[in-house]
């Protein structure tokens, strides 16, 4: 189970980006996604996430200006940011929570995190 992550970039203060995030086969089940970020000298934050509900949540600091949603059938989170400011500037990971085929189990696994940059 693999998760590929793509979409980052730079943006301007104000601008918008969508992060996308793909898993590959061998699902049974996910249990949640979400994506985390982590700036230079800062420890990984949590930005927003979704359950299998569909439930999602955000950071506090993001509400209002991300939205992540999930296509189901192509077992693939993305986020959209809009509003984007430079203290948004981090490597944005995704991760997945699933139960995994065939041998049913639980797994949690971390995509290899893209870079978005907001200049001000």
């Known amino acids: 189970v693999q998760l590929q992550a793509s979409g980052g970039g730079l943006a301007q203060a104000g601008g918008s980006l969508r992060l996308s995030c793909a898993l590959s086969e061998g699902i049974f089940r996910i249990n949640s996604m979400g994506w985390y970020r982590q700036a230079p000298g800062k420890p990984r934050e949590v930005v927003a996430t979704i359950t299998a509900d569909d439930t999602t949540n955000y950071a506090d600091s993001v509400k209002g200006r991300f939205t992540i949603s999930r296509d189901n059938a192509k077992n693939t989170i993305y986020l959209q940011m809009i509003s984007l400011k430079p203290e948004d500037t981090a490597v944005y990971y995704c991760?997945?929570?699933?139960?995994?085929?065939?041998?049913?189990?639980?797994?949690?696994?971390w995509g290899q995190g893209t870079l978005v940059t907001v200049s001000s």
């Open positions: 991760h997945a929570d699933v139960i995994r085929t065939p041998d049913m189990t639980r797994y949690i696994t």
